[in-house]
């Protein structure tokens, strides 16, 4: 679990998440698919940390605390949201741009 997370946080350290130039609509696009497919990592190593807590609970141990997990969810979900917010926003700001004022869906 921790190597999986550990991983997963140097992908998210990538500076394709970091390089603004990557806004542009293709480049967006592989950044996107790039996050979905670390959804599923993080998803993952989540479940996996909540297992291992079900187990500690059921032998009547103490659970660990996963920090790093909790740590990488955030870090992963404020990445996500930016890149989908910028993704959003441009296609919204798009077909505003192209209708009447009077047909702007407020």
């Known amino acids: 679990l921790r190597k999986n997370v550990s991983e997963q ?3 998210l350290e990538a500076p394709d998440l970091s390089d603004t130039s990557k806004m542009a609509a293709e480049s967006r696009k592989e ?3 790039l996050l979905d497919a670390m959804q599923e990592n993080v998803n993952l190593a989540v479940e996996e ?5 079900r187990y500690q609970e059921v032998l009547k141990l103490e659970p660990t605390p996963f920090e790093d997990v909790e740590e990488l969810k955030a870090s992963f979900q404020l990445r996500a949201k930016l890149w989908r917010g910028i993704d959003a926003w441009e296609e919204l700001s798009s ?3 192209n209708c009447s004022f009077g047909t702007v869906d407020v």
């Open 95 to 97: 077909e505003w741009n």
């Open 9 to 11: 946080q140097q992908r």
């Open 49 to 53: 940390a909540a297992k291992f807590n």
């Open 31 to 33: 950044v996107l698919a």
